[in-house]
């Protein structure tokens, strides 16, 4: 059987490319993961520019610490970071910046930065004249493993985070390693969590390579992030090629969410990073597939040695005592939270438990007892 995640060679001596081959209408694209290749940006964009045209949306933070990618000099708009870009005021302005760049249907739009400038820019490309290219240069951990391959767009609403988006793919995208040595330790740690929960959907080998090397992946070394950003890519890119659009088997990809979403909830948005929330949530979710599905004590304590090894919390106690967040986190909250998860089924929350390296069962439901004993 052909796979659809294949690796061709090289584009440097030392980056990897992972093809993402979707099902349907949409083109493969290819995610080259490696030091240095955001700078093959603007001539890689400008191949995929039918009219020659192409413009940068960048975070203001990232320009100021790495400079345009390869130099770029074509219109730039750049913005301050963080989920406050994912509205629809700064939407209107990345469209107005679009017109106001002369681009077209055959435009390609650069979008470089964090999960957030990455969102923001796909969403604004895929509704630009009803849609031209985008190429991602994701500038954090979180969205080199995570945001920047799949092809889910969106900002937020004040009734929750992500509700108005788009499924738009790019064209390509460039895993620049280097440009990850600048992240706060908070932001490179948040997107450790996402990284866990990948080598523990990829299977035994996957998660036995990231254990072997936690400790260097932490202290950022050049090598292990090159193995794990294009492990992650290579296991996003076969979950998502199977199911572009998230029908079924793309929901895998929600381990440890619901729970996270939960915490993240309770807490407050902002108060608990992310990756953190789905950490704890790897965490419980694990603890869940062993009471309720007799799954193995050992993917338990895997998931919490491997937290531990990345400095992240692995229980509610360690995640209440870390954050200060002893009042908001109590069981009833975090049952409420539950309800918040904008992936479940109207209804009961549905989780998505690991019954080994590798395998997930998706869509469970879980008793209030149980999620009182998780919780507590
Ligand atoms: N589309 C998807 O499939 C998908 C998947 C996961 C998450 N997301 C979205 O991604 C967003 C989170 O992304 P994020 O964690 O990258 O956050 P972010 O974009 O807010 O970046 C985090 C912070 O890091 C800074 N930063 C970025 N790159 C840096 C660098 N190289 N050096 C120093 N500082 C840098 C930014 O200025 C910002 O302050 C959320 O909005 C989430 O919804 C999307
Ligand atoms: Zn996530």
Known sequence: MSSPVGDSDAASDEAQTVRVALTGDAAPYDVTVGPGVAAQGPALAAGFAADGRTALVADERVLGLHGAPGGFDAPALSLAGGEQVKTFPVLEQVLDFCAASKLSRGSVLLAFGGGTIGDLTGLAASLFKRGLSVVQIPTTLLAQVDASVGGKTAVNLASGKNLAGTFHQPSAVLCDTTLLGTLSDGEYESGLGEVLKTAILAGEDELSTL?????????????????????????????????????????????????????????????????????????????????????????????????????????????????????????????????????????????VLPTRPGHVELGVALDPTILETLFA
């Open 211 to 351: 254990e072997a090397c936690a400790a260097a992946l932490l202290a950022r070394d050049p090598e292990a992030l090159q193995g794990t950003v294009t492990m992650c890519v290579r296991t996003k890119a076969r979950v998502v090629a199977s199911d572009p659009l998230e029908r079924g088997p793309r929901r895998s990809l929600n381990l440890g969410h619901t729970f996270g979403h939960a915490i993240e909830h309770a807490a407050g948005y902002g108060q608990v990073p992310h990756g953190v929330a789905v950490g704890v949530g790897l965490a419980l979710a694990a603890r869940a597939s062993a009471m309720v599905m007799g799954s193995p004590n050992a993917l338990v304590e895997r998931t919490m040695d491997g937290l531990r090894h990345f400095g992240l919390p692995a229980t509610m106690d360690e995640l209440r005592s870390r954050y200060g967040l002893g009042a908001a986190l109590q069981t009833d909250a975090l049952i409420s939270g539950l309800g918040h998860d904008k992936k479940g089924a109207v209804g009961a929350p549905e989780f």
